[in-house]
């Protein structure tokens, strides 16, 4: 039986034409690659419930499902959580 496929550790949380959320997704894709994870990406004019909740701070990361970064991605702190064991 295959096992089911793993959901993504990382979040970005952004819109398009957002110049921040394109340097973050560049640092985020860097990431993610170099450590063998993935990441998925969510727009906030798709989604009602994260423009009300992340409107000022795009872009967002999450990582495990927990907000890790807002505005800007440091490259070392996102690498330090994701060679962290999941909770």
């Known amino acids: ?19 921040l959320c394109d340097d973050a997704r560049r640092i985020i894709a860097r990431v993610t690659e170099d450590l063998g994870e993935s990441f998925d990406e969510l727009s ?4 009602p419930d994260l ?3 992340y409107a000022e701070e795009i872009p967002v990361t999450l990582v495990d499902g927990k907000q890790h970064d807002f505005w ?12 962290q064991p999941q909770r």
């Open 51 to 53: 423009m009300a909740r």
């Open 72 to 83: 800007r991605v440091n490259e070392a702190r996102l690498r330090a959580a994701l060679t």
């Open 44 to 47: 906030i004019l798709e989604r």
């Open 1 to 19: 039986m295959p096992s089911a496929p793993v959901p993504p550790r990382v979040t970005l949380i952004g819109k398009p034409g957002c110049h």
